[in-house]
């Protein structure tokens, strides 16, 4: 299929909505899902346009899993969190909603996992907060 560039975060890589960011280069971004699964939670993306992890190049690829670990360090260091998941979803069967390849950072418990993401916005005071914290532990 071909790749949608109205997709939320096609957007919000040309700046024309707002995220949280967190951390930037030159293949990725990662910034703060609005609607986490637990606090902390962070998304990286590609800045490649890519809707599944299959239609990513491979240079992207490895850009994506790099930028996750540096992320989930600080998310792991800023929250104080027992562990992280990484997960990634590919099609709409897996779960995935947003149609723009993304790796979600989430400090793990128990509670966090059976939660699910996307489902309630977080207040944008509180996000802007859990940022703050992270970026200070990069
Ligand atoms: P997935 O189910 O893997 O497609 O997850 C998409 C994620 O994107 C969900 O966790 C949403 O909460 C998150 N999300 C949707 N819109 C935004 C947005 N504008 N800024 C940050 N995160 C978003």
């Known amino acids: 299929m071909a790749y949608d560039a109205q997709n939320i975060f096609?957007?919000?890589?040309r700046g024309e909505i707002p995220c949280l960011?967190?951390?930037?280069?030159?293949?990725?971004?990662?910034?703060?899902?609005i609607m986490p699964q637990a606090d902390g939670h962070a998304l990286v993306i590609p800045k490649e346009a890519a809707e599944t992890l299959f239609d990513l190049s491979d240079q992207a690829?490895?850009?994506?899993?790099?930028?996750?670990?540096?992320?989930?360090?600080?998310?792991?260091?800023?929250?104080?969190a027992?562990?992280?998941?990484v997960l990634q979803l590919n099609g709409?069967?897996?779960?995935?909603?947003?149609?723009?390849?993304?790796?979600?950072?989430?400090p793990s418990s128990l509670a966090a996992l059976?939660?699910?993401h996307g489902a309630h916005m977080e207040k944008p005071e509180k996000l802007a907060e859990l940022?703050?914290?992270?970026r200070a532990a990069f």
Not at 21 to 33: G, N, Q, R, V, W
Not at 62 to 79: E, N, S
């Open 10 to 13: 096609a957007k919000i890589l």
């Open 82 to 85: 027992p562990g992280i998941v």
């Open 114 to 116: 059976t939660k699910g």
């Open 131 to 134: 940022a703050e914290k992270i």
């Open 61 to 80: 690829a490895a850009a994506c899993v790099q930028t996750a670990r540096k992320v989930a360090q600080a998310v792991k260091k800023a929250m104080d």
């Open 92 to 106: 709409v069967a897996a779960g995935q909603t947003v149609a723009h390849c993304h790796f979600h950072v989430i």
């Open 21 to 33: 960011k967190l951390y930037e280069d030159e293949h990725t971004l990662a910034f703060m899902d």
